[in-house]
């Protein structure tokens, strides 16, 4: 199978800066898109950035300009830069991949366990 294990959350004021990682681990074929969600509270999960192998890259509106999604294939990573934070970012993030394992014939989505981002105003 394959874990998920995330980092970097935290307290910050608004406008402030964090950066969260994701290192994927286990018997892992391949890799194919990479993201990262968000559950804010009282709300239900959005996709907050996506990345393919290639590096294409998706954002949500509400994190253009502010956010930078990025990954390392050779080590199977995923990080997202968050700047400009505001209140409403608060959420607990979710790292995601869509990965192959070595036995089996097709990719299926995996989820880290979540960590939590609070933004003060």
């Known amino acids: 199978q394959v874990q998920l294990v995330e980092s970097g959350g935290g307290l910050v004021q608004a406008g402030g800066s964090l950066r969260l990682s994701c290192a994927a681990s286990?018997?892992?074929?391949?890799?194919?898109?990479m993201g990262w969600y968000r559950h804010p509270p009282g709300k239900q999960r959005e996709l907050v950035a996506s990345?393919?192998?290639?590096?294409?890259?998706n954002y949500a509106d509400s994190v253009k300009g502010r956010f930078t999604i990025s990954r390392d294939n050779a080590k199977n990573t995923v990080s997202l830069q968050m700047n400009s934070l505001k209140p409403e970012d608060t959420a607990v993030y979710y790292c995601?991949?869509?990965?192959?394992?070595?036995?089996?014939?097709?990719?299926?989505?995996?989820w880290g366990q979540g960590t939590q981002v609070t933004v003060s105003s």
């Open positions: 995601n991949a869509q990965a192959r394992v070595l036995w089996e014939k097709s990719a299926r989505d995996y």
């Open positions: 286990g018997s892992i074929s391949n890799i194919n898109g």
């Open positions: 990345i393919t192998s290639g590096g294409s890259t």
